[in-house]
């Protein structure tokens, strides 16, 4: 069965919304947002929860977010959010979401050479599949290991195989998928070892949650597309220039809008035709206030138009 066949993108149309002059001169207010008219968007746009911010309540986040442009949101679970308080604001600002973010694969990664540390690591990512089944969500983003001085690269692949396989059963019951990120975790650096890892688990509900941005220091995001095919459960979303990174600084390469940097968003958009990729494209950038999300979101129609 094809993996995205598991991920439930429902139907949701973006709220066409503000031009790009309007929206940087600050003049427009939630309620011009919701008068202009919806526009289809060539994907289901969402962002980290986050980067929201505006507003005091779970509720003023969703409705502003849906006025800006946006389909849905990501939560970081475990968290310190009510399932109740998400849902009632989910249902009332008409907006989905699409999975949740492991919060603690950083500081518990499923590599420790602490089994304790890796007993927790399960216990968060349970917590984490259970949430996101609660809220309506079909994935859990999971950094599946990290390699440093002290945690070798084999010791990841193989203690991170193991402790994430015996979740996979969970993955399965619940319906909720396990999307590995390619993040600078020094692991899984090339699209072959990345598919191949995905496919080691031999199961639908474990892919993964290609983040386009990061791979352009060290590689080129339609090259990852192509090879990881329909392994690719999400899209994450940011921009990267090595310009940026050659004059100042290697994590200077972050610091450009997305559409002004080096992704190359007309051969990514070639590569996700390829595969027939449908699915969500998750804003992870600096956030802010109203004009900010409104921008983010139509950079996001902009490059996802090329």
Known sequence: MHRRDFIKVGTASTLGILTADAAASGILDLEDAMRTSHNEAPLLKSLKFGMIGQGNTILDKFMLIKACGFDGVEMDAPGDWSIDEVLEAKSEAEIEIPGVVLSTHWQKPFNHPDQRVRSEAKQALEKAITACKQVGGTTVLVVPAVVNEDMSYQSAYELSRKEIGEMVPLAEESGVSIAFENVWNNFLLSPLEAA????????????????????VNYGYPAHWIDTLGNRIMKLDVKEFSRKKRNDEGLWKGFSVKIGDGDVGWAAVNDALRRIDYKGWASAEVGGGGKERLIEISQRMDRVFSL
Do not use: C, L, M
């Open 196 to 215: 191949q890892y995905v496919d080691s688990f031999e199961s639908a509900h474990v892919g993964w949650y290609f983040d386009i941005g990061n791979i």
